[in-house]
């Protein structure tokens, strides 16, 4: 399914997705925006809770590899509320 985001260039298409990690003192989120075409993470980030900010971290962290995000780019993810805030939009 991964390779149907690779429309053959970069910066057309970032996917992101959180992974749980359980560790001794509790559970870490490692949120990771990768690029669609060269499947390469572009930003990531990692905290105790699940957030608007960790993904945010992530995102900047993407804009200074690549200088911005692109116009026009799809950033698929899925649909957690850590998406939808008016926050990320901004980072955007």
Do not use: K
Not at 38 to 43: D, K, N, Y
């Amino acid at each position: 399914m991964e390779g149907a985001f690779d429309t053959g260039g970069l910066n057309a298409v970032w996917i992101s997705d959180i992974t749980y990690l359980r560790t001794a003192e509790g559970w870490l989120y490692l949120y990771v925006a990768r690029d669609g075409c060269s499947r390469r993470v572009l930003g990531w980030a990692m905290d105790t809770v699940q957030s608007t900010d960790l993904v945010e971290r992530a995102v900047r962290m993407a804009n200074n590899l690549r200088g911005s995000v692109p116009d026009g780019v799809v950033f698929h993810a899925d649909r957690g509320c850590q998406y939808t805030p008016a926050q990320l939009h901004q980072v955007c």
